[in-house]
C-alpha cells in the first residue's frame, strides 16, 4: 500500500495512473482511510490510500471506525466527496 498525503494528492494521482493506461479497479471507504486499488504493470494488486484527520478515526464512545464500504472511484475522480 502507498499512502498518499491527502484526498486531492489520491485523486491526482489516480487520474496520471488512468491517464497512462492503468484503470482504478475499486474504491473502498475504511473508515479512517480512503483506499483506491489499482494493478501494477506485473498484475498486482496495489492499494493506494490517505487518511482522514484523526478526529474521524473514532466515534463518540471513541471506538475505532472500522469499515470496509465499497464506492465508486469514478465519482471520487469527477470532484465528488469522499465516503461519509
Known sequence: ??????RA???ALARRLE??????LSGWDH????????RDPDGHTVELY???????????RGHPVLR???FDPGALLRGAEAPA
Open 1 to 6: 500500500a502507498f499512502l498518499v498525503a491527502d
Open 9 to 11: 494528492a489520491l485523486v
Open 19 to 24: 491517464a497512462h493506461g492503468h484503470p482504478i
Open 31 to 38: 473508515g479512517a482511510t480512503v483506499s483506491l486499488y489499482v
Open 50 to 60: 490517505y487518511d482522514r484527520p484523526r478526529e474521524h478515526w473514532y466515534d463518540a
Open 68 to 70: 470496509a464500504a465499497r
